[in-house]
């Protein structure tokens, strides 16, 4: 049936559309429409309710900004996180999505972070393009999580990512130089023995929200991956990693795996992090969307910042059962 015979003629047409566009677009109440046009405000809702099951007049909720409030939603509900954000944009340059999904988590740690948080940072690309992105924060405590690694394509470190932060807040910043990975775990072990990065490790177990990265085992989708050699990489892969989450290799079933590859990291070890109450990552590109599941499986991340489709990549599988937060 047309719209037109729907509402038995031009006129009443005419009329419903009028009281809708005053209702609606003009923000008018039914009072002063039903006085404007002359009839009762019995009628204004009346013609209202038609609008709206004949089809003349459709309500989408959504965000007038780029976040996709139903997929945010749907992938929150489906996967059991904390919190989904689904940024309304296509998969293109990595540079772009990185400063779309930075912008959108730099929002949500400006929204949600209280004066009783500790944020932990760790060193990722998709963390700092987060911290460039934070406006205004309160002058929480913030604590470097990871030591940082040579990369071309990330010339910020984990301390500038720290202090970054403390630019803007004045917040008090507990940060040390170090490399991310070391030879063994000797040395590794020697190392977190110096002052600054003790001080530092000492403050994790107060971290109550922590932003890292996440990357899929694979060559050019994980720093750590790209800065290992054939031999230690072929020992995760024989462990069956496929994704890492800041220093921490998880199996396809959310299973912490290679726990002797993370001791030889400056940074939080699974456990650590399972105590941490929101942990926040950014994962883009669908290939990923394995090693995401993995992530989700494990407990270990709670909220994500994502794009449109990793969300649908996500979607389209069954939902996963997670772990233990505790037992990580």
Known sequence: METREFFGGPAQLVLTATVARRYYIDARS?????????????????????????????????HPGSIDVDLSSRLRSH????????????EEDPTVLR????KAAGDLLGETVTC??????????????????????????????TGSLPREDLAMTSIEIVRDIARH?????????????????ATAATLRKQPDIARAMARFASVTKAVVGLGAWREGQSTIYDAMSPAERGRLDDAGVVADVSGVFLDADGVVVGRHETAR????????????????????????????????????VTTLVTHTEMAEALLAGPAPPQRDRGHA
Do not use: N
């Open 116 to 145: 009783d948080d500790v944020l932990g940072l760790a060193w990722a690309r998709a963390v700092a393009s987060t911290v460039a992105m934070i406006t205004s924060m309160p002058a929480v405590p913030v604590v470097q999580l």
């Open 265 to 300: 990291m400056i940074c939080m070890d699974a456990d650590q992090l399972a105590r941490v109450p929101e942990v926040i990552a950014l994962p883009y590109g669908a290939a990923k969307a394995p090693a995401v599941l993995a992530a989700v499986r494990s407990g270990l």
């Open 30 to 62: 039914k009072v002063e429409i039903a006085d404007e046009l002359g009839i009762s405000r019995f009628k204004v809702a009346r013609l209202l309710e038609q609008a709206l099951s004949s089809g003349l007049v459709r309500i989408e909720i959504g």
């Open 99 to 102: 400063e779309l999904l930075g």
């Open 169 to 185: 807040t004045g917040a008090a910043v507990f940060f040390f130089y170090a490399p991310f990975l070391l030879p063994d775990t």
């Open 79 to 90: 996967l059991g996180l904390h919190t989904a954000i689904v940024v309304d944009t296509a």
